[in-house]
C-alpha cells in the first residue's frame, strides 16, 4: 500500500511558476515509478509527466515539454514537479500516481495508487 500526498498548488499568472511536491509513503516506495497527471473540468485525466523508479527516465507530454521538469528525491520519498511558462491551458487539478506496472507509463491504467490532487489555476 502507498499513500500520496500532493502539494503546491494554487494561482498564479499567464507566464509564472509553480512547484508541485508529492510526499509518498508506504512499503517499497522506492521500487515505484511516478506520474503526474491532470483533469480540467469536463475532460479526461491526462498524463503530464513520468519518472522511473531510479529516476534515471523521465517522460513527458507534448503539451509541457520544455516547460515542466519531473524530478524525484529517493531519501525524501518525494516527487516534484516543476512547471514554468504557466498558460490558462495548464489549469487543472494535478494528480500524483505511483506505478510498478511498467506496461504504458503514460497511461492512467498503470497507475494503482493515486493521491487527492491539487489546484492549479492560472489566469489570463
Known amino acids: 500500500q502507498v499513500q500520496l500526498v500532493e502539494s503546491g498548488g494554487g494561482l498564479v499568472q499567464d507566464g509564472g511558476s509553480l512547484r508541485l511536491s508529492c510526499a509518498a509513503s508506504?512499503?517499497?516506495?522506492?521500487?515505484?515509478?511516478m506520474g503526474w497527471f491532470r483533469q480540467a473540468p469536463g475532460k479526461e485525466r491526462d498524463f503530464v509527466a513520468a519518472?522511473?523508479?531510479?529516476?534515471?527516465?523521465?517522460y513527458y507530454a507534448d503539451s509541457v515539454k520544455g516547460r515542466f521538469t519531473i524530478s524525484r528525491d529517493n531519501a525524501q520519498n518525494t516527487v516534484n514537479l516543476r512547471m514554468n511558462s504557466l498558460t490558462p491551458e495548464d489549469t487543472a487539478v494535478y494528480y500524483c500516481?505511483?506505478?510498478?506496472?511498467?506496461?504504458?507509463?503514460?497511461?492512467?491504467?498503470?497507475?494503482?495508487?493515486w493521491g487527492q490532487g491539487t489546484q492549479v489555476t492560472v489566469s489570463s
Open positions: 500516481a505511483a506505478s510498478r506496472a511498467y506496461n504504458n507509463i503514460r497511461s492512467w491504467n498503470d497507475y494503482a495508487y
Open positions: 508506504g512499503r517499497a516506495v522506492n521500487s515505484y515509478a
Open positions: 519518472i522511473s523508479s531510479g529516476g534515471g527516465s523521465r
